[in-house]
T-cell receptor
Framework: GAVVSQHPSWVICKSGTSVKIECRSLDFQATTMFWYRQFPKQSLMLMATSNEGSKATYEQGVEKDKFLINHASLTLSTLTVTSAHPEDSSFYIC????????????FGPGTRLTVL | AQSVTQPDIHITVSEGASLELRCNYSYGATPYLFWYVQSPGQGLQLLLKYFSGDTLVQGIKGFEAEFKRSQSSFNLRKPSVHWSDAAEYFCAVGARAAGNKLTFGGGTRVLVKP
């Protein structure tokens, strides 16, 4: 149980285009999902917290107009990288938290984004 | 604000030898502590977690960790490593007061020699 999937697992796009990444909790309802960014050989940095039915909360320094997050249902959150540029190339990982009390976060397998 | 430090960037250990990965955290109250493992190009897998209670926590794959409040540490140990333990290991701290957000340490890359 507690499986989180991400789609696509990797994507290559041209500079200036937008890319959507999906994060799904497959066997549980996730009231809260988190989006992380990981540069090569570095740690995970939290980008935003996504709550179902409400606006995402972005970490300091993260451009909300560039990284659009939508959490339309209890099993799906999407991250759209708008007008992507090479510096947006990174490994994006989502996680989902089950229930309303504190629980561990279940992580997706990640999405490798390469912007040419 | 919460923070996590993993002092060792790389550790090389021989197969069959013991392994200890260090983790120090900074947080005003008792945090929730986690250890995750990440294989190349993969997501994170939870090894173990500490919320409260017994300070020695057993996890999967033969790992254990000990919470020491006086030292603000949560070190990960394994008595005998296997070649498949070669990976990146992340310590993380979370807290309900911080909106359940996780803060990760910089990671420790473990290399296993035959």
């Amino acid at each position: 149980g507690a499986v989180v999937s991400q789609h696509p697992s990797w994507v290559i796009c041209k500079s200036g285009t937008s890319v959507k990444i999906e994060c799904r909790s497959l066997d549980f309802q996730a009231t809260t999902m988190f989006w992380y960014r990981q540069f090569p050989k570095q740690s995970l940095m939290l980008m935003a917290t996504s709550n179902e039915g409400s606006k995402a909360t972005y970490e300091q320094g993260v451009e909300k107009d560039k990284f659009l997050i939508n959490h339309a249902s209890l099993t799906l959150s999407t991250l759209t990288v708008t007008s992507a540029h090479p510096e947006d190339s990174s490994f994006y990982i989502c996680s989902a938290e089950q229930g309303s009390s504190y629980n561990e976060q279940f992580f997706g397998p990640g999405t490798r984004l390469t912007v040419l | 604000a919460q923070s996590v430090t993993q002092p060792d960037i790389h550790i090389t250990v021989s197969e069959g030898a013991s392994l200890e990965l260090r983790c120090n955290y900074s947080y005003g109250a008792t945090p929730y502590l986690f250890w995750y493992v990440q294989s190349p190009g993969q997501g994170l897998q939870l090894l173990l977690k500490y919320f409260s209670g017994d300070t020695l926590v057993q996890g999967i794959k033969g790992f254990e960790a000990e919470f020491k409040r006086s030292q603000s540490s949560f070190n990960l140990r394994k008595p005998s490593v296997h070649w498949s333990d070669a990976a990146e290991y992340f310590c993380a701290v979370g807290a309900r007061a911080a909106g359940n957000k996780l803060t990760f340490g910089g990671g420790t890359r473990v290399l296993v020699k035959p």
